[in-house]
Structures are given as structure tokens and as C-alpha cells.
Nanobody
Framework: QVRLAESGGGLVQAGGSLRLSCAAS????????MGWYRQAPGKQRELVAT???????DYAESAKGRFSASRDNAKNTVYLQMNSLKPEDTGSYYC?????????????WGQGTQVTVSS
């Protein structure tokens, strides 16, 4: 019941920055945790960062100190500011949202946005 639309991916040189956005739309009464995952070619999808509805953030070790997740609850949007990007950050980045609809909580995924970091 939730549609997630990511944007902001692209090609950037190592050391550069990108800001990803993900807007939630559709039918839901509440969104709890929103997050970002990524999947590099040939690897499993991994957690990058999460943001609770209250703004608490958690990060993967690889993201700490370089990435910053935030959200605008009024816009049902979550952001991921990525600085000091490395080639190993390359991958498809997916947004997730744990949302409530008709009394039931479920996790939805976006289609992903590609991030490519060149060396």
C-alpha cells in the first residue's frame, strides 16, 4: 500500500558527495522506521542506515562518519547524505519504510537508485 520513490543517484568521483531522497506515497496511516539498504554487484543487500519516526538514526559501520540519514515526517520523505564516497560504495540503493495500513504493519521497498563511485 506504500509506494517509495528514490531519487538522487548518479555517477560521482571518489571523495565526492550525493544526496538520496525517498518519498513515500499511497495508503497508510503511519510510517515508523525508514531506512536505506544497498546492494553491490554480486553481493547481498546490506543495511546502510535507518531513521525512526522520532529521528533516531543507526548506521552500518561502513557508513559511520560519512553518511547522514534524516527524514521529514511532514513530507513522508527520508534522505541519505553521502560524503567522502568511495568506489566500494557503488551499488543500488533501496529505500524501505515500515508503514501501518488498516491496522497492519508491513515493510515496503523502493525500486532502487544507482550510485556509482569512480576511482
Amino acid at each position: 500500500q506504500v509506494r517509495l520513490a528514490e531519487s538522487g543517484g548518479g555517477l560521482v568521483q571518489a571523495g565526492g558527495s550525493l544526496r538520496l531522497s525517498c518519498a513515500a506515497s499511497g495508503r497508510f496511516s503511519r510510517i515508523d522506521t525508514m531506512g536505506w539498504y544497498r546492494q553491490a554487484p554480486g553481493k547481498q543487500r546490506e543495511l546502510v542506515a535507518t531513521v525512526s519516526s522520532g529521528g533516531r538514526t543507526d548506521y552500518a559501520e561502513s557508513a559511520k562518519g560519512r553518511f547522514s540519514a534524516s527524514r521529514d515526517n511532514a513530507k513522508n520523505t527520508v534522505y541519505l547524505q553521502m560524503n567522502s564516497l568511495k568506489p566500494e560504495d557503488t551499488g543500488s540503493y533501496y529505500c524501505t519504510a515500515n508503514a501501518k495500513y488498516d491496522g497492519t504493519w508491513s515493510v515496503s521497498w523502493g525500486q532502487g537508485t544507482q550510485v556509482t563511485v569512480s576511482s
